[in-house]
C-alpha cells in the first residue's frame, strides 16, 4: 500500500456528510475547512448569513462541497428547523461539530438568569438536541462522529467563570453520556479543549494587550493558539483513524492546561 492510501485509510473523510455549528467564524470556520479539504461534504450552520454565504464559497471556490443554513440555536424550535434544514442539503450527517457558543462572563453577583439560561441554551441544549438528532440515525447507520469544542473552563475557574464554565463542563459530561449510548455502535463522542485563542467569540478579553500576553506566556509553546491549530484534531476524530477514541477531552491548547 503506498502512503498516500494508508493515510486515506486513517483520516480520509469521502463520502462522509459534516455538520458544523459556528462554522462560519472562529474555531468552527478553521474545522470546516478542515473537514471539506479532507473530503467531507460540509453544511456550516450559524446565525449570520454573509458570513455563512462567504465560508461556503470560499470551500466551493476550492473544490470542496460545502453548504449553509442560517439558524437560531438559541431556541428549542430554532436548533430542531435548523436541524431539518442542514439534513436536507446533503443528506442526514455522519459527523457533528458543536462549536456555536455564547460567552456571557458577568462577575457571579451579577449573574442573573437571562444570561444563564441564554448560555445553557446555546452551549449546551443545542449540542444535546442535535446529538438525539442525528445520534441515533448514526448509530443505525454504523458511523457516526461527535464532536463538542469546549474550553479550559470546564475544568478550572478564571476571569468570571461563571455560567460559561458551568455550560462548557457540562457539555463534556454530555460527550460521555454520548459517548456511552452510542460507541457499541460505531459512533464517537470527544470534545476538543482549546487554550486562549482570540477570536469574535472572546473579543472583549483579546483586545488587552497585557492579558494576551500573560496567557501566551502560560502555555508551553510561548504563544496562543490560532483557529487553524485544530484542523488535524478534528479531522483525526471526525475520521476512521479515530474509532477507539471515545468520551475523551482532547486538549488543543499549547501546554496551557499543563503549565
Not at 458543536?98 to 445553557?120: I, Q
Not at 448514526?138 to 476571569?159: D, K, L, N, W
Not at 494587550?209 to 509553546?221: F, S
Request: with cysteine; hydrophobic share 45%; aromatic share 6%.
Amino acid at each position: 500500500m503506498t502512503s498516500q492510501g494508508y493515510l486515506s485509510e486513517l483520516f480520509s473523510l469521502d463520502g462522509r456528510v459534516a455538520l458544523v455549528t459556528g462554522g462560519s467564524s472562529g474555531i468552527g470556520r478553521a474545522v470546516a475547512g478542515a473537514l471539506a479539504r479532507a473530503g467531507a461534504a460540509v453544511v456550516v450552520l450559524a446565525r449570520k448569513e454573509p458570513q455563512l454565504k462567504e465560508t461556503a464559497e470560499e470551500l466551493t471556490e476550492q473544490g470542496c462541497r460545502a453548504g449553509w443554513v442560517s439558524g437560531d440555536l438559541g431556541t428549542r424550535t430554532g436548533v430542531r428547523a435548523a436541524a431539518d434544514a442542514a439534513a436536507a442539503v446533503f443528506g442526514e450527517p455522519d459527523i457533528l461539530v458543536n462549536c456555536a457558543g455564547v460567552n456571557l462572563r458577568p462577575p457571579m453577583a451579577e449573574l442573573d438568569e437571562r444570561v444563564w439560561d441564554t448560555t445553557m441554551a446555546v452551549n449546551l441544549e443545542a449540542p444535546f438536541l442535535l446529538g438525539q438528532r442525528f445520534g441515533p440515525g448514526m448509530a443505525e447507520r454504523g458511523y457516526g462522529r461527535i464532536i463538542h469544542v469546549t474550553s479550559q473552563q470546564a475544568h478550572r475557574a478564571f476571569v468570571h467563570s461563571g455560567a460559561y464554565g458551568v455550560s462548557k463542563g457540562a457539555l463534556e459530561s454530555l460527550a460521555r453520556s454520548q459517548a456511552e449510548a452510542w460507541s457499541p455502535y460505531g459512533v464517537t463522542c470527544n470534545t476538543l479543549v482549546p487554550g486562549f485563542v482570540p477570536t469574535p467569540l472572546n473579543a472583549r478579553l483579546s483586545s488587552d494587550p497585557e492579558k494576551v500576553a500573560a496567557l501566551a506566556a502560560r502555555t508551553l509553546v510561548g504563544r496562543n493558539g490560532l483557529a487553524g491549530d485544530f484542523a488535524g484534531a478534528a479531522v483525526f476524530l471526525a475520521g476512521p483513524g479515530s474509532a477507539y477514541v471515545t468520551g475523551q477531552s482532547i486538549f488543543v491548547d499549547g501546554g496551557f492546561s499543563v503549565h
